[in-house]
């Protein structure tokens, strides 16, 4: 039981490090996001989903992860992305679209 406790606590550690670098990912999305919206830019990027895909995919083979599981993870993460945020704070500042 011991053993299993210890490793329970490295996977909690995992977990979170995965929780920290998606809540990293979601700030740099919502940097694009609010230039895509100054700029007037369309939020979905296709090519950019495509490219994104692929190198999960590859990544995905390479780690021996079903291919499935990762697919339908990064459509959760895509969707997630490009959810509407009305409300943007730069440099401290609330600016509303």
């Known amino acids: 039981m011991k053993k299993i406790k210890c490793l329970r606590k490295k996977i909690d550690c995992v977990d979170k490090n995965i929780l920290k670098l998606l809540a990293k990912?979601?700030?740099?999305?919502?940097?694009?996001?609010?230039?895509k919206k100054l700029e007037n830019i369309n939020i979905e990027d296709k090519s950019r989903e495509i490219e994104?895909?692929?190198?999960?995919?590859?990544n995905a083979e390479k780690l021996n992860l079903d291919k499935n599981f990762i697919i339908n993870l990064l459509q959760l993460i895509l969707q997630e992305s490009k959810k509407d945020k009305s409300n943007f704070f730069i440099f401290g500042k609330v600016i509303r679209f």
Not at 52 to 58: D, P
């Open 25 to 35: 990912r979601f700030v740099l999305t919502d940097k694009i996001g609010v230039i």
């Open 52 to 58: 994104i895909l692929e190198k999960f995919e590859k």
